[in-house]
């Protein structure tokens, strides 16, 4: 089993970045697969990015390609999600995610594939 927490979020004018974390704990962080969901008010939870085990692979919405990354340092077990270019759209409570994955290279953008979550960093956008 492991405990997410995320950290990072706040307040930032259009066109600027900021860098998202989670901090894993509680079992062998390289053990999971890892993803960031986002929720905005009034509308579902969304897939934003994902990871595989040993970072291989990568899968991203289209609505954040190209403009954030979504990394893992295991040794630290943190996983980062740097966005650049935001958007008032970025707005919403971004989670981070872990699952077992069959594979090394498995990424999966579906909520109902990941096990364990943390409880949300808010992250606003101002025009």
């Known amino acids: 089993q492991v405990q997410l927490v995320e950290s990072g979020g706040g307040l930032v004018p259009a066109g600027g970045l900021l860098r998202l974390a989670c901090a894993a704990s509680g079992s062998t962080f390289g053990d999971y697969a890892i993803a960031w969901f986002r929720e905005a008010p009034g509308q579902e939870r969304e897939f934003v990015a994902a990871l595989s085990l040993v970072g291989i692979h990568e899968l991203y919405a289209d609505s954040v390609q190209g403009r954030f990354d979504i990394s893992r340092d295991n040794a630290k077990n943190t996983v980062l999600l740097r966005m650049n270019n935001l958007k008032r759209e970025d707005t919403a409570v971004y989670y981070c995610?872990?699952?077992?994955?069959?594979?090394?290279?498995?990424?999966?953008?579906?909520?109902?594939?990941?096990?364990?979550w943390g409880q949300g960093t808010q992250v606003t956008v101002s025009s």
């Open positions: 995610a872990a699952r077992r994955p069959d594979s090394i290279d498995a990424v999966s953008s579906s909520q109902s594939a990941y096990t364990y």
